[in-house]
Each structure stands twice: as C-alpha cells, then as structure tokens.
C-alpha cells in the first residue's frame, strides 16, 4: 500500500477498516476498492479536502447518507438515489443470490435423489421461482406420478404468466423456463434413463422452446412481446 | 321486612381497560409493522424490494455462460448470477467478488486490480451482446474473509461497459455508482471505531 494511501486511511478510520476487512493483507484489489470508495465519498462531499489538501470526514454524514439513502429507495427518487427502482433494489440483490443458492442446493439434493419433498422445501424458501416447480415435475413424471406432475407444471406456468402480465417480456419467461424444464427433465433422464414418458415430454418441451425461439405459429407468445 | 340488598358489583377499576388498549395498540403496531410495508408497496407508494424485484427464478444459462466466461479469462473469485428483473424485460448482472479469492489470482498492485476490474466489465458486456442477454444493471458485492459483502455497488451497465472501454476514467466510474455503506457501518459500530473519531 502506498505512503499516500496509508496517511489517507489512518485519517479516515471507516475506510482504513474497509481495507483491512477486505483482506487479512495486502492487495492490490483491496487497495483499489478502498481508493474507489475515497473517490466515490469525496464525489457525495461526505469528505472533504481543505485548502492545504488535509482530509476531513463527516461521520455523522456518512451515517446520515447511509439513512436518508435506505429511505429514498424505498420510496421514491431523492439526492441519494437514482430514482430508478431496479438500480436501488439491486445493492440488496446479495441476500437475494444467497437464498437463491441455499434453495439450489436443497433443489440439487432433491433431483439428485428424485424426492419431491426436498423441492417442496425449496419452494417454500423461494415460492416464486418458477424453475423449482418445473423441477418438482420432472422428478414426479420419473416417478410415474403424471397428476402430481401437471399440476406442479401448471403452477410453474401460472408464475411465468403472472410475471409476464406484470410486464416481463414474454418470450425471455418463456425461454427461462423451457430452458429449466428440459434441464429437468435431462437430470431425470440419468436417473431414469429407460422413462419413456420422461422422453416424450422433453421432446415436446425442445420443441416449445423452438417455436418461441424461432417465433413459429402457435408458439406460447404468439401476438404477445 | 327488609328486603335484601342486592351486593354491589365489584368494579373492575379502570386497570383492565387501560390493559385491554395498551395490548390492543401493541397488537395494531404490531399488525402495522408486520403488513405495513407490503400494503405501501401495493398501493405504490413504497418501492418494492429485491426480494420481490428479484422473486422469479434466476436466467441459469446467462448465469453458467457468465461464469464459464470469466473462467476462460481466468478472473478468479468472482461469482455471476443474472437476474430477471420484475415489470419490465430487463436482467441485473450481479457479482460477488470474494476479495481474498480474487487477489490469489495475483492482483499485487492497484493498477492490476484495475485491469483485471475492467477485464471483468468487458466480459460482462461481452457475453451481453452475444446473448442477447438485457443486461440493464450491474451490482457488485465485495465480500470480505467471512464471505458477507462488506460494500455493494451498482450502476447501469452501459457504466461499467464505458469504464471497460476507456471512455470514463476511475473517479467519473466511482461517481457514478450508487453505494451502500450499510454493513461496513454496522462492522465500525460493532468494532467501537465510531466513538473513537473525533
């Protein structure tokens, strides 16, 4: 770490700690992350250089941005934000990721060992994830279970079609999902190589996914965006 | 004859009626905090969260293509996963870089760090075009030894795809972003860093 850096940081605890939380040493990933949130401060005006170039931070500044930021994005535009909900949303988006990957490993665990229960619990943590449902199904068609399948794949429908009246694009949901369901359905078939039933329904979900893909007449999104 | 007189009845004093409120307005509080936010929300007045912004299920093949990408370019300690985003047909990129990870890539220098920074973007961009992906934000959680992002950072991505190519430099990147400071905040407070400032 240059001399520079060192007398900035010790000047400025909250960032000094930024650097050395980042990494048990040294590096050069660490010292561009804490140089960036430099910039990005003095940028808000949350620090300051007087005239002689000596830093000064307003802590109470600081925590005060940390709060009127949290408030404006929830709702609306403000100084501290973007105004866009999407960008104010996402600095949140790591839980997000991380319940995603605790439900994909109870998913995994589940078409691993062709037991529904354990895609029922990830569908409890993640209720809207149409692509765990379609997992559930896939599993119940290897299973010899067509009614449980259907309905299971019905629910996964009604999610896409919900998302797609919410005003998601209709052929990238769709694609999402086939995309899902023939992965599914592949996943079932190392399990139950010799399924025919599990066969027939990946070809016929193949080839829905080449008509939305292709746009070809009678296609899920046809005469939608 | 006297007639008996009936006992009087025994008031109850003003002591449960002050309790049958008191917890009536405990469980009303309660019952607002609880459905609050999820009926603001309805009404559009809150913003929704990332939870629900982010509910459906993840873009799997964006999200393997990302990560083979980055492998192929050997960026390290990264992790992609893209995410549709709810009422519109837009997807956020998002990238937990575990920093450790990353630096045993061989990031010494900040320059190096830089580039392999721009390097990660390009990638992203990359892998945006070709697959037509709709990749409309980036986010960046930097995550510390304990793997919880300690800063998290998002932009639009056609801010990370300039910063790529050259065409805004580190500071015009870095005022850019939007940042959340939240969890290195809880951290300093945690560490009584705050008290000892002047």
């Known amino acids: 770490m240059n001399v520079s850096l060192i007398h900035r940081l010790r000047l400025l605890p909250l960032l000094a700690l930024l650097s050395l939380l980042l990494s048990s040493c040294d590096t050069g990933l660490a010292e561009l992350v804490a140089e960036m949130a430099l910039d990005w401060a003095q940028s808000k005006n949350l620090i300051s250089f007087d005239a002689e170039g000596n830093p000064s931070v307003n802590m109470g500044q600081i925590i005060a941005y940390e709060a009127v930021r949290a408030g404006q994005a929830a709702f609306g535009s403000g100084d501290y934000t973007t105004g866009d909900t999407a960008l104010d949303a996402a600095l949140d988006a790591g839980d997000v990721v991380k319940s995603v990957k605790d439900a994909d490993e109870l998913a995994n665990r589940g078409m691993a060992q062709g037991d529904p229960a354990l895609l029922d619990s990830a569908i409890q943590a993640r209720p809207s994830d149409w692509n765990y449902h379609d997992q559930k199904g896939a599993i119940l068609v290897a299973n010899g279970d067509a009614v449980g399948a259907e309905a299971a794949f019905s629910e996964s429908e009604a999610l896409v079609e919900r998302r797609i009246d919410g005003g998601g694009s209709c052929r990238a949901l769709m694609q999402n999902m086939l995309r899902g369901r023939i992965d599914a359905y592949h996943n079932q078939l190392v399990r139950e190589p010799d399924n025919e039933q599990l066969m027939n329904q990946l070809f016929a979900a193949e080839d829905e996914l080449e008509a939305v893909n292709q746009r070809l007449p009678g296609n899920r999104c046809e005469g939608r965006q | ?198």
């Open chain 2, 1 to 198: 004859m006297t007639q008996p007189t009936a006992s009087p009845k025994r008031r109850r004093g003003c002591c449960f009626g002050c309790t049958v409120t008191a917890l009536g307005a405990v469980a009303l509080l309660a019952l607002a905090i609880w459905l609050g936010p999820t009926l603001l929300r309805a009404a559009g007045i809150m913003q929704p969260d990332a939870e629900t912004l982010f509910a459906g299920a993840p873009d799997r093949q964006a999200t393997d293509a990302m990560n083979e990408s980055l492998a192929s370019f050997e960026i390290t300690g990264v992790e992609a996963m893209v995410l549709p985003i709810a009422g519109t047909d837009g997807q956020l990129a998002h990238f937990t870089v575990d920093v450790d990870a990353a630096a045993a890539g061989g990031l010494q220098s900040p320059e190096e760090a830089e580039a392999w920074l721009k390097e990660l973007a390009a990638q992203m961009a990359a892998q945006n075009d070709a697959l037509e992906l709709n990749i409309e934000h980036v986010a960046l959680d930097f995550a510390g030894p304990d793997g919880n992002a300690l800063v998290s950072v998002t932009a639009p991505a056609g801010v990370f795809e300039a910063y790529a190519s050259g065409a805004i430099t580190r500071e015009q990147f870095a005022e850019a972003l939007d940042v959340d400071l939240g969890s290195l905040i809880d951290l300093a407070r945690g560490e009584g860093l705050l008290e000892e400032l002047p």
